[in-house]
């Protein structure tokens, strides 16, 4: 079949399974643009393109595929960076599109051109700049292969504009065969035989997931292994939605901002199960490593990410599903009752007195807030934070299982991620799952052009800022790295009233100004499945951790 | 402390525009210096062989190697360090020479195997082969006369076998 480039590259993310990209256009990617037009696929219009990789992202994640993004070149795809490094760090499939400068003027500084190639090459698992037109089949069915396989990552595809206008004999190949990419995929027996033999000698084994769980879609085979051993579970960041968080072996988050009884017990384990977790400098600022009783299993699939941050007994590279399988086919005979009781106990202790503690501070209780988000999203639902407070409110006090997601930036973590990943979810998720949007009114202010797009397409999500007109993380590193007289630049000394801002995009506003406000509010806005805004007032001086510190 | 030693990874590498970049770039961005690099074809056109050395500790060494093998176009690394490889490096050398000291500079390059590839009034170059303690030698040898130029390829090597 004789294709025009442009359309070979659309033919490519139909035949992907694709159905809606989210992009902006420019000069360098008409002809694309002039193949999607008549294309059965989806575009969504995004105000800054480093919105679209977040929807892609966001879309990519509720749906466990793949998300794609297009931007033209030079600014489009710069703007695109920051979303490709999000991607990137937390191991999220993406493809990015960009469209380049004519192919033969390439490196001569022409109009909107920057080198792309270059400046995403750290943070794309793979990119290519295509120079042959007849490359454009095998380099779309690789780019989808290598961004959902193994450690999935993004890939960007860089595409001249004359080249678009080229024809080629379109094929699109049924098999992958990349000599230097194989992924380990099943474990090693005998590395997992000593798995099994010291999860058996364990007293106070701990369990500890990350993103990988979801990434390689293995959250029942989790449960299963952890209902055959009963050993409890903690997670990062991005291991939050892993694990059903009302199951009684289940701890929550670990490490800096983790719960205090969490890292103590992480500090007390005899054996750390990691799955999937890259324990970066987050997660262990409280496990020293000095620990020399503690033997360690880690599980993942990117050999690099093992021994990498600690010290690992056990390595066992491969897929985290298979490995699970495979450990739940073990007979156990562990002894660990009082050790889970113990910890089981921690955590309701921990919940019921930081949910039910007085503060003598005006303003809504973050955490009650969240808490009340949680419970009037009931069934199916799917809740994006940002960086900085609210994402750690969210991530203690949301509870997340297989069918209630929670998803967030954790490694990159950029401000203005919650906003467009919740509607890239929207968009992947068009039943009746309960979408919510949770920041920062700092983080809000980022991206609020996409706002926008809620209004446009009628997005059912519940958008809620936490408005404390601070910056308030950086407010309180700064008050814990020298002192109360030393906040700088984290006031934010005009907020537009974001009741108005809501009127002004046709989107129905309501404002907590207090904990009595909550409940009305609430049950409005979830009761409605039109979009709306959210405003709670919060008090600056709110800290994140309900003991008012950290590890 | 780990020890710092000398290593040279022989990189096979799948032949697309772009993937030298890719592979010296994680060298820069994870903090490691390369002290050698020289690429080219393998007997397969498609792939290229890039030899690089480098100086480090072990757990510095397993990371980089790691991460250069999640290289999509990556195939394959191996540690050249042990005694079962052969290392070669060629270089130039242009050295001061008049007419009284040429002919002993000639005979000390014969010693080397060197071979002297150009004579002109005031100088002579002279080409070399072999691992870097041999050249090395040669470079302290030839100082006292005046060194114009060196141009070395850095190392590159085969598995004995």
């Known amino acids: 079949m004789k294709l025009k480039v442009s359309e070979a590259v659309i033919a490519c993310l139909e035949l992907e399974g694709v159905d809606t990209v989210f992009g902006h256009p420019g000069g360098a990617v008409l002809p694309i643009y002039e193949a999607l037009r008549t294309s059965n696929i989806q575009h969504v219009l995004v105000k800054n393109e480093q919105s679209s990789a977040h929807m892609a992202n966001g879309y990519g994640r509720a749906k466990d595929s793949v998300g794609v993004c297009l931007a033209t070149s030079g600014p489009g795809a710069t703007n695109l960076i920051t979303g490709i490094a999000t991607a990137y760090m937390d191991s999220i499939p993406l493809i990015a599109i960009t469209g380049q400068v004519n192919s033969k003027k390439i490196g001569t500084d022409l109009f909107q051109e920057a080198d792309v190639i270059g400046s995403t090459e750290p943070f794309t698992k793979n990119n290519y700049l295509i120079k042959n037109k007849n490359d454009i089949p095998r380099v779309f069915k690789e780019a989808f292969h290598i961004a959902n396989t193994g450690r999935k990552g993004p890939v960007l595809i860089d595409i001249p504009r004359d080249i678009q206008d080229e024809i080629i004999d379109f094929e699109y190949p049924e098999t992958v065969e990349i000599r230097g990419y194989k992924p380990t995929l099943s474990g090693h027996s005998r590395q997992i035989a000593k798995a099994v033999k010291k999860i058996n000698e364990a007293t106070q084994p701990i369990i500890c997931v990350g993103g990988g769980i979801g990434s390689a879609n293995c959250r029942e085979e989790l449960y299963d292994f952890v209902m055959k051993t009963k050993i409890p579970v903690v997670c990062t960041l991005m291991g939050v939605d892993s694990f059903p968080n009302d199951s009684e072996y289940f701890a929550g988050l670990l490490g800096s901002h983790g719960y205090p009884f969490v890292n103590d017990a992480m500090n007390k384990a005899d054996l750390i199960i990691v799955i999937g977790a890259r324990f970066t400098d987050r997660s262990t600022a409280v496990i020293s490593g000095k620990n020399t009783h503690q033997h360690i299993v880690h599980i993942d699939i990117d050999p690099a990410e093992i021994g990498k941050n600690i010290k690992t007994q056990t390595p066992i590279v491969g897929d985290a599903r298979l490995i699970l399988e495979e450990l739940s086919q073990n007979d156990y005979s562990l002894d660990i009752k009082k050790w889970t009781d113990n910890i089981k106990y921690s955590r309701k202790t921990y919940m019921e007195e930081t949910l039910s503690k007085v503060w003598p501070l005006e303003g809504t209780n973050p955490f009650r807030l969240i808490k009340a988000v949680s419970d009037y999203s009931t069934g199916k639902s799917l809740l994006t934070s940002d960086v900085g407070q609210n994402q750690i409110w969210a991530s203690h006090y949301y509870i997340a299982n297989q069918e209630r997601r929670y998803l967030t930036s954790g490694g990159l973590a950029p401000m203005g991620y919650s906003l467009p990943a919740a509607i890239g979810a929207r968009f992947a998720l068009r039943d009746d799952t309960k979408v919510t949007s949770v920041m920062g009114e700092g983080g809000f202010q980022m991206l609020m052009g996409e706002l926008a797009l809620v209004k446009e397409y009628n997005l059912d999500i519940k958008v809620i800022i936490l408005n404390n007109n601070r910056l308030g993380m950086v407010r309180e590193l700064q008050l814990h790295a020298y002192n109360k007289n030393s906040f700088h630049g984290v006031d934010i000394a005009f907020n537009p009233d974001f009741m108005k801002l809501a009127e002004a995009y046709g989107i129905k506003g309501y404002q907590i100004r207090n904990d009595d406000d909550i409940s009305d509010v609430l049950s409005q806005a979830y009761a409605s499945d039109e979009p709306c805004f959210i405003e709670c007032i919060v008090h600056p001086d709110f800290p994140t951790m309900p003991n008012g510190r950290w590890e | ?161």
């Open chain 2, 1 to 161: 402390m780990m020890k710092k030693e000398r290593h040279v990874l022989s990189i096979t590498v799948e032949n697309y525009s772009g993937t030298l970049s890719k592979v010296a770039g994680l060298f820069t961005r994870r903090g490691y210096n390369i002290d050698t690099l020289n690429v080219a074809e393998t007997m397969d056109p498609g792939i290229s062989r890039i030899t690089v050395t480098v100086t480090g500790d072990e757990e510095v060494l397993e990371q980089i190697t790691k991460q250069l093998n999640k290289l999509i176009n990556v195939i394959k690394i191996i540690d050249l360090t042990a005694k079962q490889s052969i290392l070669r490096e060629f270089m130039f050398l242009k050295i001061n020479c008049n007419k009284e000291n040429r002919s002993e500079i000639i005979q000390l390059a014969t010693v080397f195997k060197g071979k002297t590839v150009d004579v002109a009034a005031k100088s002579i170059t002279i080409e070399v082969t072999g691992d870097e303690e041999k050249n090395n030698a040669f470079i302290e040898l030839m100082r006292p006369y005046g060194i114009i130029e060196i141009v070395r390829t850095g190392l590159t090597a085969i598995e004995r076998g």
